[in-house]
């Protein structure tokens, strides 16, 4: 059976394509299930579970708390790697699960914790307050006091406000803290908003209030036989005031403790 000359062209070109990528390599042991980059580090301190951070000699352990220059993780053995490794690389996942070397530093880290940098070189912490953060915790971490250890992580570097329930004073301070961080810019304008929504929601039910009763007063006044009728109506009316003022309001505080 002979095979058409066009198809053995394609399979001919496509084993050609494959055999000249000399970019992707695949691990025999894998610890990683998500894609690597073989990439420059200018730490030579660096090793598998450190975050990495950008510097203006390249990629090095992230030293500071909350970095913005947050990059990625130092793996090991992940399943696939991209670029051609040398001896000035190593592996560097930036986003997906991989192990992350941590310390109790901020507090013992626990599954569903946000994990940022610390100023321990290489190690992250939990993060208790607004900052860049490198991704939420999948496990428990049960680091002894002055010893890092690793647990795995889903990393998605991002700004993120991680705090505790909010409160007004926190709101006011947030605001006014946040001014000269356009990081923060989403946050300021839902604030604002909230703000905005629930104070018109107060102001307008109040003044719908003031007008309804002076004009129930004066129905009546005008037509006293009609008194009891006109009562139920102004209590109704009332009522949907007060309904719809409340719902402002709250929406209000649900868009700032919530949201």
Known sequence: MKIPAQILVTL????????????????????????????????SKAAAGDILSRSEVGLVRATTAYDPGLFGVVTENPSIVLNQATDKTLPVISYGEVLVNVSSKNGQVRRGDFVTSSSE?????????????????LEDAACDKDEPCQISVFVNIQYRPVEGRPSFGRVFSFLASSMSKPENL???LRYFFALLLGGGAFFFGFLFFARSLRTGVEAVGRNPMAKTSIQVAMVF???????LTA???ALALFIIFYF
């Open 121 to 137: 070189a290489g190690v992250g912490q939990k993060a208790t307050e607004s900052g860049f953060v490198l991704g939420k915790a």
């Open 186 to 188: 989403p946050e300021v």
């Open 12 to 43: 001919g070109l496509a084993a050609g394509f494959l055999a000249g990528i000399p970019t992707v390599v695949q691990s025999v042991e894998p610890q990683s299930g998500e894609i690597a980059r073989n990439l420059e580090v200018a730490d």
């Open 237 to 243: 009316n009332l009522l949907g005031i007060f309904i």
């Open 247 to 249: 719902a402002g309001v």
